[in-house]
């Protein structure tokens, strides 16, 4: 009997974690006709800015609460070379306007990631 009591808390907990901390808020946007091979999650790049050489846009990811983790995840999944990663959201200051003075500048609620693959031409 104890150990049911405990398993119930423990899923309480579970439940009240994701409540607060889980991904929320998950929409995606895909571009091309036809579906590309997964890929190993190693293989793909992460970014934080489109890259100089020419690509391709696969699709589009954005989520509340997500991390870069499962960006890069998202995007293997739809054969992207590379995940362009731009946070969005977060803390800031009404008094500290300009982001290089802004000590919230760090700080994000929402990822917005973009899929893409390298042109071969």
Same mark, same amino acid.
């Given at each position: ?49 489109? !890259?100089?050489? !020419? ?31 731009? !946070? ?34």
């Amino acid at each position: 009997m104890e150990h049911l009591k405990k398993m119930k808390v423990i899923a309480s907990l579970f439940l009240l974690f994701c409540t607060f901390g889980c991904m929320s808020d998950e929409a995606n946007r895909f571009y091309l006709k036809e579906r590309l091979p997964a890929k190993n999650v190693e293989d793909v790049e992460v970014l934080w800015e489109a !890259p100089q050489r !020419p690509y391709t846009v696969i699709a589009d990811f954005q989520a509340n609460k997500a991390t870069v983790k499962h960006m890069r995840k998202r995007a293997a999944e739809v054969g992207a070379d590379a995940v362009i990663v731009v !946070p969005a959201g977060g803390w800031y200051s009404r008094k500290e306007v300009w982001a290089d003075e802004d000590r919230h500048s760090n700080s994000f609620r929402r990822l917005i990631a973009t899929a893409i693959k390298y042109k071969t031409e």
